[in-house]
């Protein structure tokens, strides 16, 4: 069971350009969203999704757009790659029953240049 | 949801008992407490949650206060690999219109020496 899987786990980025972070869990959970990770603080949720077809912003949603055609997969995009989006971002997954715990998959780290 | 306040770090012994504190004084009452913690180069990983009862698990115990203004994770037997940064999380259950929204403050570092 592999539960959440992030892809890549590390890049570089140069600015301006784009890309795509991918997130897939086989847990069949509803609930999916994105957190960033700055160095030295807590998580910050840019955007989640309660279900497939169905996606809502967070705290710090700028210069990033999500989908989600499956229950499976919930991919992050980033437009226009900025030096100040140079974070760790972790993809996180819950059942739909609003006590469960979330499930996190390792991050990836990213640095804009 | 509520604001939580830790520590910014502790220290234990490997083989003792750790308190990790978490004072929540403006909680309501539809409030559960989560605790999580994310060892250096992971994603978060849940330990516990409760609401006004103790709770125990196979990683933890959770001590919540009668007043339920504070609360004690409790590790207890501390080894090397429970080093890392301990989050105390408050989440509404009754919140569903913000998913899975979890807000993380700034945790506490716990060090373990052996």
């Known amino acids: 069971n592999a539960g959440v899987t992030q892809t890549p786990k590390f890049q570089v980025l140069k600015t301006g350009q784009s890309m795509t972070l991918q997130c897939a869990q086989d847990?069949?959970?509803?609930?999916m969203s994105w957190y960033r990770q700055d160095p030295g603080m807590g998580l910050r949720l840019i955007h989640y999704?309660?279900?497939?077809?169905?996606?809502d912003q967070g705290e710090v949603p700028n210069g990033y757009n999500v989908s989600r055609s499956t229950t499976e997969d919930f991919p992050l995009r980033l437009l226009s790659a900025a030096p100040s989006q140079t974070s760790v971002y972790f993809c996180?997954?819950?059942?739909?029953?609003?006590?469960?715990?979330?499930?996190f998959g390792d991050g990836t780290r990213l640095s804009i240049l | 949801d509520a604001k939580t306040t830790q520590p910014n770090s502790m220290e234990s012994n490997e083989e003792e008992p750790v308190h990790l504190p978490c004072n929540h004084s403006t909680i309501s009452g539809t409030d559960y407490i989560h605790w999580y913690r994310q060892l250096p180069s992971q994603g978060p990983e849940y330990v516990i949650h409760g609401l006004t009862s103790n709770v125990n698990n196979r990683m933890a115990s959770l001590a919540i206060a009668e007043d339920r203004k504070s609360s004690t994770l409790i590790l207890h037997r501390a080894t090397l690999r429970d080093a890392a940064v301990y989050y105390c999380i408050l989440r509404d259950v009754l919140v569903e219109n913000a998913g899975n929204m979890l807000t993380f403050g700034g945790g506490t570092r716990l060090m373990v020496k052996p």
């Open positions: 999704s309660v279900g497939a077809g169905i996606t």
């Open positions: 996180a997954t819950r059942d739909s029953y609003s006590n469960q715990p979330q499930h």
């Open positions: 847990m069949n959970h509803e609930y």
